[in-house]
């Protein structure tokens, strides 16, 4: 079973989606929580959640399903994936609620396209995932409801459990088709919240906030690429959490930022992909949380 799990652990990554362990036959992630974090290892300059760890690294994945039969997950967000979660009726269920497949297929007829041919999964209760890529420079979070009734679905800040894991109600397994399809833009227009009117700080606070910016920029870089063994990752993660302010705010360009970082950490020693994950998981972080300048009276 544990071969069997890490396989379809390794198929994913293979696809390109961040995976971490879930607890053996159920869905719940198997990492350790925010109250019981060691403050060691990866957590060492705050506790990550699991969206923060998933990965892609064959190597971290072997290592990890080695030492027991975990359920696989599959992080949406860094993996660049919105799911359409499709669910079935419940015993408690009111008489004559449409399931998520009924709703889904009448969101299609109302929008007069057919039904978005993509990579499923069956569910373990008889439901369906579709997998979809997101958009080219879109976030889009996880949703309750918001399609209709008995359809949620799995962006940023969500997971899905992958096909091959295995819960006591059943099993997760794919369904034939073809490989994972772009959002529909019908369905994009639904999910994606309006736009926030910006808020332009002052011309003198501006360019003054950009200045700084650069300077921070230069040196959180090279402090990346002097950390040394066992501070690589961590180092990488401050100075990511540290710069993402800055594109929040409009000071530095979000793809400025990762670039510096990429080359600062490849040259500490890291893996590309350790740094790619690393750089994400904690811009997006700093982003979302920053959103308001903080500019001195």
């Known amino acids: 079973m544990s071969d069997h799990l890490m396989r379809a652990a390794l198929e994913a990554a293979g696809r390109g ?39 892609t690294d064959p190597d971290r ?7 027991g039969p975990f359920n ?19 015993p408690e269920d009111l008489k004559g609620t ?18 978005p041919d993509t990579y499923r999964v069956r569910t373990a209760r008889g439901g369906e995932h579709l997998y979809f890529t997101q958009p080219p420079g879109v ?17 940023w800040g969500g997971y899905v459990v992958a096909a091959g894991s295995t819960t006591p109600t059943g099993g997760y397994e794919p369904l034939c088709g073809p490989e994972t399809a772009p959002l529909p833009s019908w369905l994009q227009s639904i999910l ?8 332009a700080p002052s011309v003198a606070v501006a360019g003054q906030s950009r200045r700084y910016a650069d300077v921070a920029l230069t040196a959180e870089t090279q402090n990346v690429a002097a950390a040394q063994v066992g501070e690589r990752e961590a180092a ?12 929040a705010w409009g000071d530095l ?37 920053n959103q308001r300048r903080r500019d001195a009276a």
């Open 72 to 90: 696989v997950g599959i992080a949406t967000g860094p993996s660049g994936l919105l799911v359409v979660d499709l669910d079935t009726l419940k």
């Open 253 to 289: 360009p979000r793809h400025v930022v990762e670039q510096a970082l990429q080359g600062g950490g490849e040259a500490a020693g890291l893996s590309a992909s350790e740094c790619r994950s690393t750089i994400r998981s904690a811009l997006d972080w700093s982003i979302a949380h």
């Open 98 to 115: 449409p399931d998520g497949a009924t709703s889904f297929a009448a969101l299609c007829e109302r929008a007069r396209e057919a039904s």
């Open 61 to 67: 994945i072997r290592a990890t399903w080695s030492t």
């Open 139 to 155: 976030r889009l979070n996880s949703t309750k409801g918001r399609l209709a009734k008995k359809i949620d679905t799995r962006g």
């Open 17 to 55: 989606w961040y995976v971490f362990p879930l607890r053996p036959g159920v869905k719940f992630p198997a990492l350790h929580g925010e109250r019981t974090c060691p403050g060691t290892g990866v957590c060492a300059s705050g506790h990550r959640k699991w969206e923060q760890r998933a990965t």
């Open 192 to 199: 994606q919240p309006a736009p926030k009117a910006p808020v």
């Open 236 to 247: 990488l993660f401050r100075a990511a959490r540290a710069l993402g302010r800055f594109v």
